[in-house]
């Protein structure tokens, strides 16, 4: 089973940006999908970002398109998700997610941090 334990969130003002930062423990990470989920106040959790195991496919939402940038660090077991051009509507609990399986990642399964708070003031 893996840990995944997310870091970096915080206030921004709209326009500015941030790196959230997934760490993980446990076996074989470094073989696991990883994706960014979301959830605002009141909302469904929504997907935001996935990444295959090694970093050659990434998947995105289309709100999220052309802003965040989802990679990976097999070495350092670390899954990182950078924002630009923040919006206050980015304003939400994310969440880190791992599988083995790319598919079960982007469709909500797997294992699942605790979240970090982002929020976007206008």
């Known amino acids: 089973q893996v840990q995944l334990v997310e870091s970096g969130g915080g206030l921004v003002q709209a326009g500015g940006s941030l790196r959230l930062s997934c760490a993980a423990s446990?076996?074989?990470?470094?073989?696991?999908?990883k994706g960014w989920f979301r959830q605002a106040p009141g909302k469904e959790r929504e997907f935001v970002a996935a990444i295959g195991w090694s970093g050659g496919r990434t998947i995105y939402a289309d709100s999220v398109k052309g802003r965040f940038t989802i990679s990976r660090d097999n070495a350092k077991n670390m899954v990182y998700l950078q924002m630009n051009s923040l919006k206050p509507e980015d304003t939400a609990v994310y969440y880190c997610?791992?599988?083995?399986?790319?598919?079960?990642?982007?469709?909500?399964?797997?294992?699942w941090g605790q979240g970090t708070q982002v929020t976007v003031s206008s």
């Open positions: 997610a791992a599988d083995s399986d790319l598919a079960v990642v982007t469709s909500g399964g797997g294992s």
């Open positions: 446990g076996r074989t990470f470094s073989m696991y999908a």
